[in-house]
């Protein structure tokens, strides 16, 4: 079992900038990559952006040149610096850790005001 402790969220503004960062246990197992996902109310879990150990990004085409993910492999520790938020950003926001299966934390929540 890996352990996923997600940090930071809150409220911010229109056009602010917000970090979140997520650390995880992985004890035996090796860690592959880490991400986060959001779910907006009503809506489905989507990706946000993905990182693997050896540097390799992926993001969402509606978070890309503004969201900038990346970790730490020493301390397994994944960060997602926002910036130019939208209310539509406003979600739950979910750290993933990928090991042979996928852990996932608890959830932050992400709040855009216009």
């Known amino acids: 079992q890996v352990r996923v402790v997600e940090s930071g969220g809150g409220v911010v503004q229109f056009g602010g900038s917000l970090g979140l960062s997520c650390a995880a246990s992985?004890?035996?197992?090796?860690?592959?990559?880490m991400g986060w996902y959001r779910q907006a109310r009503g809506k489905e879990r989507e990706l946000v952006a993905t990182?693997?150990?050896?540097?390799?990004?992926t993001y969402a085409d509606s978070v890309k040149d503004r969201f900038t993910i990346s970790m730490n492999n020493a301390n397994h520790t994944v960060y997602l610096q926002m910036r130019s938020l939208r209310p539509e950003d406003t979600a739950v926001y979910y750290c993933?850790?990928?090991?042979?299966?996928?852990?996932w934390g608890q959830g932050t929540w992400v709040t855009v005001t216009s």
């Open positions: 990182i693997t150990t050896d540097g390799s990004e």
């Open positions: 992985p004890g035996i197992f090796t860690i592959r990559s």
């Open positions: 993933m850790a990928q090991t042979r299966s996928y852990f």
